[in-house]
């Protein structure tokens, strides 16, 4: 019971922390100024989630169990993360509709997780909905925008969504850890908020002269959860965590 | 007795507080921006409760160094500092002298209670150099996660609006 909260914990920090190192990345690169300080203001808002969790995550643990050591220290395999958040951030259009798809994912399961019955984990989510809900609202802006745009643009956000699609399958499917603390009501039943998400997906990408993908038959990518990752993650990590692993115990 | 000399010591320390700034604003004080929430005094050892602004606002922990320095210099020795996320900080605990100080410092305060139910867009954002409300959105995130950017159609100078959190 106390390792599924501490799994189902980290599973919450490493998708903030991953998603957070992946916008970071556009930190200086953003198309321009006003885009490249929204998208790390995003970034700051998502490490900083993750580090509560992190920091709840270690306390469950003994003293030797840290929060830079739990964010710096693991390997991929230990990483419970959603493949989307680690996947490659790809052109501005791929990186906006990743960050569309997992913020309003985002929001909807903090708007359950509130209700925790777990006192640190409902404040974390308390805190962080309001966060989300600028992301989602920045991020649905931008998929308007890309979709409804210009030729290019359109042909751009289209490829995207073929591309983060078949990682959102993930989402709505629980790990063991997980479904094991829905009965005392700790952890959120994602299967029960797919059709919000759904909605609230669906309307953006219409007014985005987008279509849903309906089709049944996509390949939904499963495996971050559990620790099955892409190549991708052990890449992003070699670069995240170089620094505590070159100098360990490094602070400042 | 006794609990009239610890609320002596208790006041003291609020009063302290008044003077410890935000570091990215430093025009507020941590009593402005309502982030202290508590104060409580235990066996000669003072408690700070504050709540943090944003989940990954950089100066909470010069914020907590500035508490402890404050109190340190005032003969506090045993000093702790507890960060309490829930409830989750809102602008609505902004002090009204705070609001007032931050628009003669060129941020416009945030506009009414509800944090969701107006769209930024919709926002009537009163410019704090010339005071026209015709002003547009140029990004909603600004110089730091609390601000969203704004430019004034009249004098056209940009401004930083304080968003309802």
Same mark, same amino acid.
């Given at each position: 019971?106390?390792?599924?909260?501490?799994?189902?914990?980290?599973?919450?920090?490493?998708?903030?922390?991953?998603?957070?190192?992946?916008?970071?990345?556009?930190?200086?690169?953003?198309?321009?100024?006003?885009?490249?300080?929204?998208?790390?203001?995003?970034?700051?808002?998502?490490?900083?989630?993750?580090? +509560?969790?992190?920091?709840?995550?270690?306390?469950?643990?003994?003293?030797?169990?840290?929060?830079?050591?739990?964010?710096?220290?693991?390997?991929?395999?230990?990483?419970? +993360?959603?493949?989307?958040?680690?996947?490659?951030?790809?052109?501005?259009?791929?990186?906006?509709?990743?960050?569309?798809?997992?913020?309003?994912?985002?929001?909807?399961?903090?708007?359950?997780?509130?209700?925790?019955?777990?006192?640190?984990?409902?404040?974390?989510?308390?805190?962080?909905?309001?966060?989300?809900?600028?992301?989602?609202?920045?991020?649905?802006?931008?998929?308007?925008?890309?979709?409804?745009?210009?030729?290019?643009? +359109?042909?751009?956000?289209?490829?995207?969504?073929?591309?983060?699609?078949?990682?959102?399958?993930?989402?709505?499917?629980?790990?063991?850890?997980?479904?094991?603390?829905? +009965?005392?009501?700790?952890?959120?039943?994602?299967?029960?908020?797919?059709?919000?998400?759904?909605?609230?997906?669906?309307?953006?990408?219409?007014?985005?002269?987008?279509?849903?993908?309906?089709?049944?038959?996509?390949?939904?990518?499963?495996?971050?959860?559990?620790?099955?990752?892409?190549?991708?993650?052990?890449?992003?990590?070699?670069?995240?965590?170089?620094?505590?692993?070159?100098?360990?115990?490094?602070?400042? | 007795?006794?609990?009239?000399?610890?609320?002596?010591?208790?006041?003291?320390?609020?009063?302290?507080?008044?003077? @410890? &700034?935000?570091?990215?604003?430093?025009?507020?004080?941590?009593?402005?921006?309502?982030?202290?929430?508590?104060?409580?005094?235990?066996?000669?050892?003072?408690?700070?409760?504050?709540?943090?602004?944003?989940?990954?606002?950089? @100066?909470?922990?010069?914020?907590?160094?500035?508490?402890?320095?404050?109190?340190?210099?005032?003969?506090?020795?045993?000093?702790?500092?507890?960060?309490?996320?829930?409830?989750?900080?809102?602008?609505?605990?902004?002090?009204?002298?705070?609001?007032?100080?931050?628009?003669?410092?060129?941020?416009?305060?945030?506009?009414?209670?509800?944090?969701?139910?107006?769209?930024?867009?919709?926002?009537? @954002?009163?410019?704090?150099?010339?005071?026209?409300?015709?002003?547009?959105?140029?990004?909603?995130?600004?110089?730091?996660?609390?601000?969203?950017?704004?430019?004034?159609?009249?004098?056209?100078?940009?401004?930083? &609006?304080?968003?309802?959190?």
């Amino acid at each position: 019971m106390e390792n599924n909260l501490f799994n189902y914990t980290l599973h919450l920090a490493d998708n903030s922390l991953t998603m957070g190192h992946r916008l970071s990345e556009w930190t200086g690169h953003g198309p321009m100024l006003e885009q490249d300080i929204a998208i790390s203001n995003i970034a700051l808002d998502l490490i900083g989630q993750s580090r +509560n969790f992190y920091q709840y995550a270690a306390a469950l643990k003994d003293d030797s169990v840290t929060e830079d050591l739990l964010a710096y220290l693991r390997d991929a395999r230990e990483f419970k +993360n959603l493949l989307i958040t680690e996947i490659p951030n790809g052109d501005w259009a791929k990186t906006i509709m990743k960050l569309f798809l997992f913020s309003t994912y985002q929001f909807c399961f903090y708007q359950k997780l509130i209700d925790s019955s777990d006192k640190q984990l409902a404040a974390i989510a308390e805190k962080s909905l309001k966060e989300v809900t600028y992301h989602v609202r920045w991020s649905s802006e931008w998929v308007i925008r890309l979709g409804d745009g210009t030729e290019e643009s +359109n042909k751009r956000i289209k490829l995207a969504m073929e591309e983060v699609w078949p990682f959102t399958g993930e989402m709505f499917q629980p790990a063991e850890y997980e479904s094991l603390l829905i +009965n005392n009501r700790i952890s959120v039943d994602v299967s029960e908020i797919k059709n919000d998400w759904m909605g609230r997906v669906k309307s953006v990408l219409e007014e985005a002269t987008l279509s849903y993908p309906e089709d049944k038959n996509t390949w939904m990518q499963t495996g971050g959860k559990n620790g099955i990752h892409t190549e991708h993650l052990g890449y992003l990590l070699a670069e995240m965590q170089f620094l505590q692993r070159a100098y360990p115990g490094c602070e400042w | 007795m006794e609990e009239t000399k610890q609320n002596v010591t208790i006041n003291k320390a609020w009063k302290l507080m008044e003077d @410890v &700034y935000d570091p990215e604003i430093p025009v507020l004080s941590i009593i402005d921006l309502g982030i202290v929430r508590d104060i409580q005094l235990s066996n000669d050892a003072i408690e700070i409760f504050i709540t943090p602004t944003y989940s990954g606002c950089p @100066v909470m922990d010069v914020i907590s160094m500035n508490i402890r320095i404050a109190l340190t210099e005032n003969g506090f020795k045993k000093i702790k500092i507890t960060q309490q996320l829930s409830p989750a900080w809102t602008t609505d605990w902004m002090i009204e002298n705070g609001k007032e100080k931050l628009k003669a410092y060129g941020i416009t305060p945030p506009i009414g209670k509800s944090f969701d139910k107006k769209y930024l867009e919709e926002l009537k @954002v009163e410019c704090p150099h010339c005071h026209s409300l015709n002003t547009k959105l140029i990004s909603q995130f600004g110089s730091t996660a609390c601000k969203a950017l704004y430019q004034c159609n009249d004098c056209l100078e940009p401004f930083d &609006y304080f968003k309802c959190h």
